[in-house]
């Protein structure tokens, strides 16, 4: 594995599936998405959206890069977004030119997306159903009846997921690894989003570690 500069800053990249074929409907006023799901639509969006929309068809892009500098494309795509979930394609990045990290593939029609922050002290792990498989593009991580697959395009990323192996604090796990903090947690956040960092239970952990919940 190529060294990591201490400073590498993480990216959050938005795509479509590449199944999703988007058209414009003119004379109604809306965004059609055409996927195996079926067809979505996007009634009355503003120009930034319809502009987003396009680049998100081509591959992975910065919401915060999509539009004109004026426009919160944040603010006014998330709520599309939330209602295309089973379309999106999440990404983390990293601004070395070297990839992207992994990637989070909706497999179901309702497959939200949050990246809420794993507390540091509450260990995670790997669920016990999560099956690994090498693809020619890296590994990818499933789990019976999740609703996301997901896609590590860097050996940082499986470094990650090897480390949850065993019950880990996000905390800890970012302090043994040598991968600058915010690559570690962005990693694991994604992971949580996506089902594949589950919480331990604290009297399990403590038991099997010799110790309170949380602590040494």
Same mark, same amino acid.
């Given at each position: 594995?190529?060294?990591?500069?201490?400073?590498?800053?993480?990216?959050?990249?938005?795509?479509?599936?590449?199944?999703?074929?988007?058209?414009?409907?003119? &004379?109604?006023?809306?965004?059609?998405?055409?996927?195996?799901?079926?067809?979505?639509?996007?009634?009355?969006?503003?120009?930034?959206?319809?502009?987003?929309?396009?680049?998100? &068809?081509?591959?992975?892009?910065?919401?915060?890069?999509?539009?004109?500098?004026?426009?919160?494309?944040?603010?006014?795509?998330?709520?599309?977004?939330?209602?295309?979930?089973?379309?999106?394609?999440?990404?983390?990045?990293?601004?070395?030119?070297?990839?992207?990290?992994?990637?989070?593939?909706?497999?179901?029609?309702?497959?939200?997306?949050?990246?809420?922050?794993?507390?540091?002290?509450?260990?995670?792990?790997?669920?016990?159903?999560?099956?690994?498989?090498?693809?020619?593009?890296?590994?990818?991580?499933?789990?019976?009846?999740?609703?996301?697959?997901?896609?590590?395009?860097?050996?940082?990323?499986?470094?990650?997921?090897?480390?949850?192996?065993?019950?880990?604090?996000? &905390?800890?796990?970012?302090?043994?690894?040598?991968?600058?903090?915010?690559?570690? &947690?962005?990693?694991?956040?994604?992971?949580?989003?996506?089902?594949?960092?589950?919480?331990?239970?604290?009297?399990?952990?403590?038991?099997?570690?010799?110790?309170?919940?949380?602590?040494?």
């Amino acid at each position: 594995m190529q060294d990591t500069p201490a400073a590498a800053v993480t990216v959050h990249l938005w795509s479509l599936s590449e199944d999703v074929i988007v058209e414009h409907d003119g &004379e109604n006023d809306q965004v059609v998405l055409k996927s195996r799901w079926g067809v979505d639509y996007v009634k009355r969006p503003c120009p930034a959206v319809q502009e987003a929309l396009r680049r998100m &068809e081509l591959g992975p892009v910065s919401l915060a890069n999509a539009a004109e500098q004026h426009v919160d494309l944040y603010a006014v795509m998330l709520p599309a977004l939330s209602r295309l979930s089973h379309l999106v394609v999440r990404t983390l990045g990293v601004d070395d030119l070297r990839g992207p990290l992994l990637s989070v593939f909706p497999v179901a029609h309702d497959a939200p997306l949050a990246l809420v922050w794993p507390p540091g002290q509450r260990p995670v792990q790997l669920p016990r159903h999560v099956v690994l498989t090498r693809l020619d593009s890296g590994l990818s991580l499933e789990a019976v009846g999740g609703r996301h697959t997901v896609v590590l395009h860097r050996p940082e990323a499986a470094l990650v997921v090897a480390m949850l192996a065993w019950p880990v604090t996000p &905390e800890k796990a970012s302090a043994s690894l040598p991968l600058p903090p915010q690559m570690t &947690e962005g990693i694991i956040r994604y992971l949580a989003a996506a089902g594949m960092a589950a919480p331990v239970d604290g009297a399990e952990y403590g038991a099997e570690y010799g110790g309170a919940y949380g602590c040494e």
